[in-house]
């Protein structure tokens, strides 16, 4: 017998937003020190390290999460850790995200004008200075926008976890689809409550990038 | 740890052909859809008619802000509640080509609006019907100025194709997945299937560079 899709079903989906979340942010962080790396890999003079994070952004950007996210949780069994699949999921998101993080701030650091960088070795300052003081900060505001708008992919993209049975937002609603045979309504729901939590973020992003132009 | 051994998954690999070419079949198809929806939402929501944009913006975003796997699912799982039940190929092109439209709407819109004013006067000058200005004045250096973001747009909608293997598409991904319940090689074939997927979106970037200059030859000219 089904059960009524009920004010329950809606709760236990909300704790399954709590991870969709959780997820984020953790990826987030995970690829925010990945992804800084990369990034000075990527504007560094030296060519190899700069080859290096080349080809992980493009082998990265050119699988599909899903793929990425098979790998991981195979793979951790596979190399004989036993760590819990979520963990092995997080981490598997943080690659990713540095992957993007990486590519988008590599292109803040280089829009940031020549001038600048110029100027600061004629003041004398060394090359890590001129990254520290005078660049990087500068890069940041330009970053801004663009990372948050990336915050919402990846949001949206948890929801891939729920393949590999992490009990996020679209896990919680297959798990409540199935008991109540109400998928229209159920991922309506689950839609709705995705939407509410990126709408914000995504306007967020676009007051930032119109504060920035102006 | 064992050693990896790819002997099982080459033993299949007359599946994953078969997989890569369903991979192939839906992500073309999804482009071309994308890009006439693409098309034809950018020009209305830059038409004027509030009554056009609202519903147009309100696509667009709601696509944008949602998980595409939740797209899927609502169109395969909650369609035929409302008594429309697709096939999971047909769903998946569906779904897709939605998904798809949505972003390409807005690069093809910020392409058209950096088409200047000048441009279609000037079209207007020379007796050109407003068809024609559209199609050779409008679009055509729209599309060819927004090429490299439409290509990205394009990579990702290929990379997206893997989520429908959820519904059970016998693409790449649900081809891996199949072959990993016969063989049991995990590993081995999420491995083979990533190094593929990085294949098909060096061979979609190669081939959108010819068809950039087949379609966009004035890019190419030497000044």
Known sequence: MFQQFSFNHVLFMLTGLGWTIGLAAIALVGGSIAGSVLTLMRVSSNPVLSRIAQFYIFVVQGTPLLVTLFIAYFGTTYLGFSIAPLTAIAVAFSFYAAAFLGDIWRGAIQSVPVGQREGAHALGLSRAHAMRYIIVPQAIRIATPPTVGFFVQLIKNTSLASVVGIVELTRTSQIVSNATFKPLEVYLTAALFYFLVCFPITLFSRSLERRLSA | ?223
């Open chain 2, 1 to 223: 740890m064992n050693a990896l051994d790819f002997s099982g998954v080459i033993a299949r690999s007359d599946l994953l052909i078969k997989g890569v070419w369903l991979t192939a079949q839906i992500s073309l198809a999804a482009m071309v859809f994308a890009l006439i929806i693409g098309v034809l939402a950018a020009v209305l929501t830059l038409a004027g008619n509030k009554f056009l944009r609202w519903p147009v913006l309100a696509y667009v975003e709601v696509i944008r802000n949602t998980p595409f796997i939740v797209q899927v699912f609502l169109i395969y799982f909650g369609l035929p509640a409302l008594g429309l039940r697709l096939e999971p190929i047909s769903a998946a092109i569906l779904a897709m080509s939605i998904y798809g439209g949505a972003y390409t709407s807005e690069i093809i819109r910020a392409g058209i609006q950096s088409i200047g004013k000048g441009q279609i006067e000037a079209g207007r000058a020379l007796g050109m019907s407003p068809l024609t200005i559209f199609r050779y004045v409008v679009l055509k250096p729209a599309l060819s100025s927004v090429f490299p973001s439409l290509v990205a747009q394009f990579i990702l909608l290929l990379l997206s194709s893997s989520v429908v293997s959820a519904i059970s598409v016998p693409e790449l991904t649900g081809t891996g997945n199949d072959i990993q319940g016969l063989t049991l090689r995990n590993m081995e074939i999420y491995l083979v299937i990533a190094v593929i997927y990085v294949g098909l979106v060096a061979a979609l970037k190669g081939g959108m560079t010819v068809l950039e200059r087949v379609l966009f030859p004035f890019k190419f000219l030497r000044r």
